[in-house]
């Protein structure tokens, strides 16, 4: 049986603003960094140790990753991050603020563009600031790989290949291997393991900061997950999580 350490970072600046963040930079809040060094203590106590750690190129998952790390005194575990870990590219609904967008256009149209499989939020046009071409970490992508927005459809599409040839690989020849990731990024690969149909995965939502264990056997196909925490606090988390799309009481 192998086991695969899933971890959605940190609260961010911009999950305690309530703001839709997909590519945007932003980095942990404090209570961000306090979730991670408890991730970290976690996965210490419960005798978790890492052969390889991957992450996006967004900071507040790298910087989850080196505090966990820091927890676990094992800073010296390889990291590989790459872009196809990133969060799903919110378009131009990058900035705006949840509740508000809801506020304007409706509970309802805010939980298609939250969660539906194959629904893509507004595009950002190519013209943006915030345009990742521009972007120097984006700098070796070909031009088609760049998004100006994506369905969660469109993540997992560009999250799998890497699964596939890297981190899949790794497990199967008996590595430890810890992802630090993003909700969406790893619901990509959460609907991916689980064979989760396109319609429960708009149920789907994840806490940040706490440890996602998968047990798989030797084809990579789950036997069960959990988290590690309590389970009254892992339910309200994601009950937070589903609720921040909401129009607000
Ligand atoms: O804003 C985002 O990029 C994501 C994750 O924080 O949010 P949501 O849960 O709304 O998909």
């Not at 991730?39 to 992450?55: E, N, Q, S, Y």
């Not at 900071?59 to 990291?79: C, F, G, H, N, S």
């Not at 508000?100 to 600031?129: C, F, H, N």
């Not at 020849?173 to 609907?191: C, M």
């Amino acid at each position: 049986m192998k086991k695969l350490v899933l971890l959605r970072h940190g609260e961010s600046t911009w999950n305690q603003e309530n703001r839709f963040t997909g590519w945007t930079d932003v980095d942990l809040t404090p209570k961000g960094i306090e979730e991670a060094q408890t991730a970290g203590k976690l996965l210490r106590d419960h005798g978790f140790a890492f052969d390889i750690a991957h992450t996006s190129v967004l900071k507040r998952a790298i910087r989850t990753l080196w505090i966990t790390l820091d927890e676990m005194d094992r800073m010296w575990t390889p990291v590989e991050l790459n872009w196809r870990l990133n969060e799903r590219h919110y378009g131009a609904l990058q900035g705006l603020n949840k509740a508000e967008t809801a506020q304007q256009y409706g509970d309802e149209q805010v939980l298609i563009w939250r969660r539906s499989y194959d629904t893509q939020p507004p595009a950002m046009t190519a013209d943006d600031k915030r345009y990742p071409g521009l972007d120097p970490r984006y700098k070796d992508l070909a031009k088609n790989e760049i998004p100006l927005t994506e369905s969660l459809k469109d993540t997992v599409a560009r999250f799998l290949p890497y699964w596939d040839q890297v981190i899949a690989p790794q497990i199967r020849s008996g590595k430890n291997v810890i992802i630090v990731a993003h909700g969406n990024s790893l619901r990509a690969l959460i609907k991916h393991l689980d064979q989760i149909s396109d319609q429960d995965i708009l149920n789907y939502n994840i806490p940040t900061g706490i440890p996602l264990i998968y047990e798989l056997d030797d084809d990579l196909k789950p036997i069960q997950n959990y988290y590690l925490g309590e389970t009254a606090a892992v339910e309200q988390a994601m009950f937070t999580v589903a609720n921040q799309g909401k129009v607000k009481a």
